[in-house]
Nanobody, 123 residues
């Protein structure tokens, strides 16, 4: 069983930056593929980025320019850096863990989820 706890969200002005963190329990963090998703009000949850234990990353096309996913296996933590924030980035951001080596863009293929952290970007 893996528990995930996100932090780092908040209210930020457009153009600012945030770094979201996802702290994971368990001793096999490095074997999990980690993903970040977001859900804006009235919209479906969407894939943002994913990273495997060895550090290979994958991004949604619209996220490549301003989002950076990373992980520190020694700290059991995954991160999502968001730069040049826009009001349309306002959403609840979720991290998820997949008990597979390979990453996925499909939320149904993730086994564990955090509670989410709210990011609100003011114009």
């Amino acid at each position: 069983q893996v528990q995930l706890v996100e932090s780092g969200g908040g209210l930020v002005q457009a153009g600012g930056s945030l770094r979201l963190s996802c702290a994971a329990s368990g001793r096999t963090f490095s074997s999990y593929a980690m993903g970040w998703f977001r859900q804006a009000p009235g919209k479906e949850r969407e894939f943002v980025a994913a990273i495997i234990g060895g550090g290979i990353t994958y991004y949604a096309d619209s996220m490549k320019a301003r989002f950076t996913i990373s992980r520190d296996n020694a700290k059991n933590t995954a991160y999502l850096q968001i730069n040049s924030l826009k009001p349309e980035d306002t959403a609840v951001y979720y991290c998820a863990a997949r008990d597979r080596v390979r990453l996925s863009v499909n939320s149904d293929e993730y086994d564990y989820w955090g509670q989410g952290t709210q990011v609100t970007v003011s114009s």
